[in-house]
């Protein structure tokens, strides 16, 4: 009898250099996928984690990408459709996590309308159109998870501009989960609580009050790691979570519950 080795499912991950992204790409290439992944400016974290998910045994690219520069995303599209050539020797990926972004903490009414057009460029605007760009290169029966956030459900001051386009990133999952289906794309947003990264200057991670008070209303009595992310979008992208589309799903521990 002959047997043959099953094709590896490829994920293309924006803002993989570092952060919740590069987790993300370990936690799948454990699992057995490849990765595309992207970064804007640092080449050699990049490369680093590339060398990572090969230590593991899987192949890697990375490729730059500014997530706020829309008109870049057909030129974006064809380095990805020469990746897949000349690396996997195929004309489409399994995977795509809309992950990259940037924090903003401003109050209300001190946040200016560069700051909002930036983090709408970034966080909204970005992924509709990088996703457009991408779904001829997207393979049918194939899977994408969009990034909200905890406070896009509980509010802190400081964040209405950034929840905003987060609310925004999770009515798009709903309609592109309705619009895909037909190929079999289910479509899925994350949305992670408090987690201990440089995100946002690293306040969660190295300010120990504002650690401890979000522990507290935490129903797991902790702030979130990156790997807790990470294995959960892993999970929404195995297999036997191929009946979930459409949904939200909280990567927060249980806070403010």
Do not use: C
């Not at 459900?153 to 929840?163: D, H, L, M, V």
């Not at 892993?234 to 799903?249: D, H, N």
């Amino acid at each position: 009898m002959s047997s043959t080795t099953p094709t590896p499912r490829i994920a293309l991950i924006t803002g993989a250099s570092r952060g919740l992204g590069r987790h993300t790409a370990l936690a799948l290439a454990e699992q057995g996928v490849d990765l595309i992944l992207t970064y804007q400016r640092n080449q050699a974290e990049a490369q680093a984690v590339v060398q990572q998910v090969q230590a593991l045994g899987r192949r890697a690219v990375a490729l730059p990408l500014d997530l706020a520069d829309s008109a870049s995303f057909a030129a974006f599209a064809a380095q990805v459709k020469q990746a897949l050539t000349e690396t996997w020797q195929r004309p489409q990926f399994d995977f795509l996590v809309n992950n990259a972004g940037i924090g903003l903490h401003a109050s209300f009414a001190d946040t200016t309308e560069e700051q909002f057009d930036l983090l709408a460029r970034i966080h909204l605007k970005g992924p509709f159109f990088l996703t457009q760009a991408l779904l001829p290169l997207l393979a049918d029966g194939g899977r994408i998870v969009n990034t909200s956030s905890g406070l896009a459900r509980f509010s802190f001051p400081g964040y209405a501009a950034y929840a905003v386009m987060k609310g925004g990133v999770e009515v798009l999952t709903r309609y592109l989960a309705k619009e895909l289906g037909p190929r079999g794309i289910r479509v899925n947003t994350v949305a992670p609580g408090a987690i201990e990264t440089d995100f946002g200057g690293g306040v969660v991670r190295d300010n120990k009050a504002m650690n401890q008070q979000i522990a507290s209303v935490t129903a797991l009595g902790r702030v979130g790691l990156p790997d807790d992310v990470g294995g959960a979008v892993a999970a929404l992208l195995a297999e036997g979570s191929g009946w979930i589309t459409g949904q939200r799903v909280e990567v927060s521990g249980g806070m403010m519950l």
